[in-house]
């Protein structure tokens, strides 16, 4: 069973930026993808962006151009870099891993870390 670890997130203020990671805790072989979703308050799960370990990108289409997903090859860590946050960007960001290409590609994540609380407030 992998467990996937973040960290970063606390409080941002707004405009600030947003830096976080997520290693799995095992020596385990090349994850196929990694990623990050967000759930705010009152809100449901939602992708922000995710990467292969190719390092093809995938992004939601709000998050675009304000996130940046990244992984040094194919290491089990993955990185999440945000610029100009906004309160809206308060959530609880969960770090995510899919094992296989048909997984990846259907959605189904298989491995969910136990998220970081982001709270962006002067």
């Known amino acids: 069973q992998v467990q996937l670890v973040e960290s970063g997130g606390g409080l941002v203020q707004p405009g600030g930026s947003l830096r976080l990671s997520c290693s799995a805790s095992e020596d385990y072989p090349s994850l196929y993808a990694m990623g990050w979703h967000r759930q705010a308050p009152g809100k449901q799960r939602e992708l922000v962006a995710e990467?292969?370990?190719?390092?093809?990108?995938r992004y939601a289409k709000s998050m675009k151009g304000r996130f940046t997903v990244s992984r040094y090859g194919a290491e089990n860590t993955v990185y999440l870099l945000a610029n100009s946050v906004e309160p809206e960007d308060t959530a609880v960001y969960y770090c995510?891993?899919?094992?296989?290409?048909?997984?990846?590609?259907?959605?189904?994540?298989?491995?969910w870390g136990q998220g970081t609380q982001v709270t962006v407030s002067s």
């Open positions: 990467i292969t370990n190719a390092g093809s990108t």
């Open positions: 995510n891993a899919y094992l296989e290409f048909r997984s990846y590609l259907s959605g189904h994540v298989h491995y």
